[in-house]
């Protein structure tokens, strides 16, 4: 038995030996745990038996933007920053808005003006206070809704990435 667990402890630091000797790149580090806190707004699954879009054949979530008729923040839930880094998106009523975009560095903005169209959110920029970083040349900027409270980035910016979550942040 003893014999055993000696050739079976052989085996494997000869197998970690090996993958380690073979490649010269080295090994990636261990990932972050994942965070205990869980957000309390959850999107809700996209309704595949939902009519398809018009002409593009995808499917059309459930649940719109809709008007914005008051001052609107949305905040990243990205697990790349922590507050007060967090990217932020504020939608005046008037059609403008401001995204305060991570830039690994420091904090940008993106400014101009946005559309609604159903659940598509679409930001026109017309302007950003920062050059020489990735995202720095993005003209328009899409978010789809999910629920009432989430949207979700199609855009790839600096630090957001598409796909990337942001939650209505509810004054307490």
């Given at each position: 038995?003893?014999?055993?667990?000696?050739?079976?402890?052989?085996?494997?630091?000869?197998?970690?030996?090996?993958?380690?000797?073979?490649?010269?790149?080295?090994?990636?580090?261990?990932?972050?745990?994942?965070?205990?806190?869980?957000?309390?707004?959850?999107?809700?699954?996209?309704?595949?038996?939902?009519?398809?879009?018009?002409?593009?054949?995808?499917?059309?979530?459930?649940?719109?933007?809709?008007?914005?008729?008051?001052?609107?923040?949305?905040?990243?839930?990205?697990?790349?920053?922590?507050?007060?880094?967090?990217?932020?998106?504020?939608?005046?009523?008037?059609?403008?808005?401001?995204?305060?975009?991570?830039?690994?560095?420091?904090?940008?903005?993106?400014?101009?003006?946005?559309?609604?169209?159903?659940?598509?959110?679409?930001?026109?920029?017309e302007?950003?206070?920062?050059?020489?970083?990735?995202?720095?040349?993005?003209?328009?900027?899409?978010?789809?809704?999910?629920?009432p409270?989430?949207?979700?980035?199609?855009t790839?910016l600096?630090?957001?990435?598409?796909?990337?979550?942001?939650?209505?942040?509810?004054?307490?």
């Amino acid at each position: 038995m003893k014999q055993i667990i000696v050739m079976l402890t052989g085996l494997l630091l000869v197998g970690c030996g090996s993958s380690q000797t073979a490649s010269s790149t080295p090994l990636p580090e261990q990932p972050e745990p994942v965070p205990s806190e869980i957000p309390s707004v959850i999107p809700e699954p996209i309704d595949a038996t939902a009519e398809p879009d018009d002409n593009s054949g995808t499917i059309k979530p459930p649940q719109e933007v809709g008007e914005v008729t008051v001052t609107r923040t949305y905040i990243s839930k990205s697990e790349m920053f922590n507050d007060p880094y967090c990217p932020t998106l504020v939608l005046e009523p008037e059609g403008t808005f401001v995204l305060t975009e991570n830039l690994f560095s420091g904090m940008g903005h993106y400014s101009g003006s946005y559309t609604v169209d159903d659940y598509r959110l679409t930001l026109d920029v017309e302007s950003t206070d920062f050059k020489g970083f990735a995202g720095d040349d993005v003209t328009v900027i899409e978010f789809e809704a999910l629920s009432p409270d989430v949207i979700q980035l199609m855009t790839d910016l600096c630090g957001s990435m598409k796909f990337d979550y942001w939650y209505l942040d509810i004054p307490q």
